[in-house]
């Protein structure tokens, strides 16, 4: 190669090379040219010219929009519907939700962002001594259990990624979304069940359901794709094959349910449609076309109602049970062009799942007034978010009398014989921060992510005390009270129980175990068996509630326990002076786990027991946890407990006893 010799290459010679600016466009001739025709695109066309796809039908120009409840829409609306290209003309789409229930990446109803063109997708590495434990026949039909168990999973992982995307945000600023990449990690590597698509009832699946992500719908079949508000799966027909809808997410944007939360509106999707605009006609293609084969099919349709709380950063979404397609028709939108609307009314039969919903949120307003009220706050304040008192089961008028407290008395045990230090951050801990003296006591992870949600179970989680220098620190969760709205409940059979109007997030703070702390190697065994007293040193089931390492793609060897090691045996008794959580019951499948957290402060030890969700909670579902069991002094480890109550808590895996 001239200019190079070897590996060497002369840089000093110029070369003569001209600016695009100095070259000229070459045209052909006119006796190369090609004759220029100007033609409509559904002709007259030249000789030697043809129509070319996709106006290749000679009917086009006379087709238009479908017209769902033709004679009840022109009787609403003299004017001719917009002429659009049939249907007919354009190549079928490629049937991606038939695809044995893979996420389906498409921009949701009313979404005015254009269609992007797929890119090759990055594949995830496989790790091949990763078993997700979930057999095939599991895999198309899954159980409670086993829907319960995904979701757990995948929320595990989910706060891991966001765990170290929070330490890696405080540097670069970037945020990444942890819910995709983990539920992708889920689909690849088998951690999902009920992947046979169907309509109606999915196996595992209650009505009330609550999911904080639409990956997790996915996961367990409730609701395919991803992103797009409508899911259908094509059947053979008389003739031909047709699309039925299988379920829809109502966002709450176009949707409306005329004062009923049984009746539903539900707009079409297409058209790229705004909030207050619209680009183009929607077309009766997909799931327009798939809910109305539901109609003239009587096909029942799943609703995901989605909800944006309050108390909630993100949307909610609550399946509602199954609904009828009962009506549809088209309409004109505000922008003057043709969207689709169905009406769908919720089956009969079926437990409140929105309905309830709705009620709370009158509630809150206080109109009506909620049935059975005693007090609106029995906590008289001490509480940021008031406590409500409800009885709808007999005349009691309230549990006995109690002095109502969020902090816990310690006794002289909790002296620390060595001096306590806080952190010196400036403003507050950063995840990752090793220099900090709170992060490096918590194994130098964050124990909770950005959110205020407890990542991982530990043996114990360190927080930041008052003597900390970091006022604003997210490092102080359950020094923070209360953050949901409460209500004290009469049961049916087992006294006062604890619930919540709010929607929980699983890993989300509940309360603490407040009351008079003491070590119970100390205390009388008249205090260590009332009713309400707290024993840390019971036998509790155990059970797995972190990410697993190689799903996350990281060393098996590091994992970390989840059995709690407290400094002493600690004992709380709520029964002259507690909180809220001394009226959580027990239960052999609890939805709440406690968590021992401490900080040290002025020379003391803090030792909380901190109760967290262990799942997504539905509003008015009871708040329970493992009461554990006591353990004699002639029982060997391994050997079966029995407890000394006998257990009402009704769950299918009952152990008939605690305590």
Not at 379 to 402: H, K, M, R
Not at 601 to 618: D, E, R, Y
């Amino acid at each position: 190669m001239e200019g190079s010799f070897g590996s060497y290459t002369d840089k000093t010679r110029v070369l003569d090379i001209k600016p695009l600016r100095t070259l000229k466009p070459v045209f052909p001739s006119g006796n190369q040219a090609p004759p220029f025709v100007c033609a409509p695109p559904f002709g007259p066309f030249p000789p030697g010219f043809s129509s070319f796809y996709p106006f290749s039908s000679s009917q086009a120009a006379s087709q238009h929009t479908p017209d769902l409840n033709q004679a009840q829409f022109q009787a609403q609306n003299s004017t001719e519907p917009s002429l659009v290209t049939p249907l007919r003309t354009f190549r079928s789409p490629p049937d991606r939700a038939s695809n044995g229930g893979d996420v389906v990446e498409e921009p949701p109803e009313g979404s005015t962002v254009k269609r992007k063109i797929p890119r090759k997708r990055i594949p995830i590495p496989q790790n091949p001594n990763f078993e997700s434990g979930i057999s095939v026949a599991e895999r198309e039909n899954g159980d409670r259990k086993l829907v319960t168990s995904v979701v757990t999973r995948f929320d595990a992982l989910r706060r891991r990624f966001s765990q170290l995307e929070d330490a890696k945000e405080s540097v670069s600023g970037i945020i990444k979304r942890s819910d995709l990449k983990a539920g992708s990690i889920c689909m690849s590597r088998g951690v999902r069940t009920n992947t046979k698509k169907r309509p109606g009832v999915v196996s595992g699946l209650e009505i009330g359901d609550v999911f904080f992500f639409r990956f997790e719908m996915c996961l367990v079949g409730l609701h395919s794709p991803s992103m797009a508000g409508i899911d259908y799966l094509v059947v053979k027909g008389e003739t031909e094959e047709d699309p039925i809808a299988t379920s829809i997410v109502s966002s709450g944007y176009y949707d409306n349910d005329e004062g009923n939360p049984d009746v539903l509106v539900y707009t079409g999707q297409g058209g790229n449609a705004d909030k207050d605009k619209q680009s183009s006609d929607q077309k009766l293609e997909r799931g327009n076309l798939a809910l109305e084969k539901s109609l003239q099919r009587n096909s029942p349709v799943r609703v995901i109602r989605g909800l944006k709380e309050a108390s909630q950063s993100a949307k909610i979404y609550i399946y509602d049970g199954l609904y009828e397609v009962k009506e549809s028709w088209v309409e004109k939108g505000k922008s003057g062009h043709n969207t689709f609307k169905y009406k769908l009314v919720r089956a009969p039969g079926q437990p409140p799942a929105f309905a309830s919903w709705i009620a709370i949120q009158k509630w809150k307003k206080g109109l009506p007034s909620r049935e059975g009220l005693i007090l609106t706050d029995l906590t008289s304040g001490v509480e940021s978010i008031g406590v409500s008192l409800v009885n709808e089961v007999d005349a009691e008028n309230g549990p006995p009398y109690f002095t109502y407290s969020t902090t816990v008395n310690y006794s002289e045990s909790f002296k620390l014989t060595q001096p306590s230090f806080g952190c010196e951050c400036g403003s507050s801990c950063k995840p990752g921060n090793l220099n900090c003296h709170c992060i490096r006591k918590n194994g130098g992870d964050f124990p909770y992510s950005g959110n205020g949600v407890l990542v991982s179970r530990k043996p114990i989680i360190h927080e930041c005390s008052p003597s900390c220098l970091c006022p604003g620190c997210k490092n102080k969760v359950t020094q923070m009270g209360v953050k949901v709205k409460l209500e004290v409940f009469k049961t049916a059979n087992r006294g006062w129980g604890l619930r919540s109007w709010d929607p929980i997030r699983a890993g989300s703070f509940i309360c603490i175990y407040s009351g008079e702390a003491r070590d119970k190697s100390k205390v009388q065994p008249t205090m260590a068996n009332d009713d309400y007293t707290f024993d840390t040193t019971r036998v509790y089931i155990p059970f797995k509630w972190n990410y697993e390492p190689a799903l996350a793609d990281e060393d098996v060897s590091e994992e970390m326990s989840e059995e709690p090691e407290l400094p002493l045996p600690l004992i709380i008794s709520a029964k002259n002076v507690g909180n809220v959580a001394r009226f959580m019951n027990h239960s052999c499948s609890p939805n709440v786990f406690w968590q021992p957290v401490t900080y040290e402060h002025n020379g003391q030890l803090f030792l909380h027991v901190a109760f967290f969700a262990i799942s997504h909670i539905p509003p008015m579902t009871e708040l329970t946890y493992d009461y554990g069991v006591t353990r004699t002094s002639g029982s060997q480890v391994g050997s079966t407990l029995c407890g000394k109550k006998k257990c009402f808590c009704g769950s299918e895996y009952c152990r008939g006893s605690f305590g």
